[in-house]
């Protein structure tokens, strides 16, 4: 196990990708703390069921408060904190012209403040301790995507957070690299193919050069890599995960 021993926390990761990454680090031998706004412990138990290490904690990424009292859990529950990845995220889609103010401030406040408050508390304590593994999950969408102008803005910038840390904290034993998830199978993707018939999902497959959607355990396991020691010299680094689908 890559991970024996190490703590992590894991925001979003009550269901859905967030979920397959903590899974993933937990299988490594990591101790795991899952963030979420709710669903936490019935996530950490199945965890714990399953005869991983794991413990839930309800947050709202966009408050700093809590996310400070998030990194404190971490560190009084399990002696310390080796692993952050901020992978909390929505998205409210809608054309530029027509996007209501409320739906870009709050796509940049859970998915961008978000990531930056995860950031700066870990590093806070990884600093002094010189090490560290950030991990933060970005979108292709970064690369801009029509309808989403919120979301492709605050997933740019937290490319350009995690290269400012990685640049900041390097000589701190502390590595900051983003994932770009590409088409993932969740609850919330599986619903295409309720529409026309699977039309949209078979559109969506075209898309992708391999053919199919990924798993939550494909992003899990390079976040299971970046975290570990064999990823020690990898940082400031964007990783697509997406089966050719991110160009």
Known sequence: ??????????????RGLGKGIAKKLAEEG???VIADMAGADETAKEICDEGGIASGFQVNVTDQAEVQ????????TYGTLDIMVNNAGINRDGM???MPVENWNTVIAVDLTGAFYGTQEAVKYMRPKGYGRIINISSGSWLGNIGQANYAAAKAGVVGLTKTAARENARKGITCNVICPGFIETDMTLK???VNDGAAWDSMMQRIPMGYAGKPSDVGNMVAFLASDEAAYITSEVINVGGGMIV
């Open 1 to 14: 196990m890559r991970l024996k021993d190490k703590v992590a926390i894991v925001t979003g990761a009550a």
């Open 30 to 32: 990591a101790k795991v």
């Open 69 to 76: 009292a998030l990194v404190k859990y971490a560190v009084d």
């Open 96 to 98: 530029l012209h027509k």
């Open 192 to 194: 295409l193919k309720e």
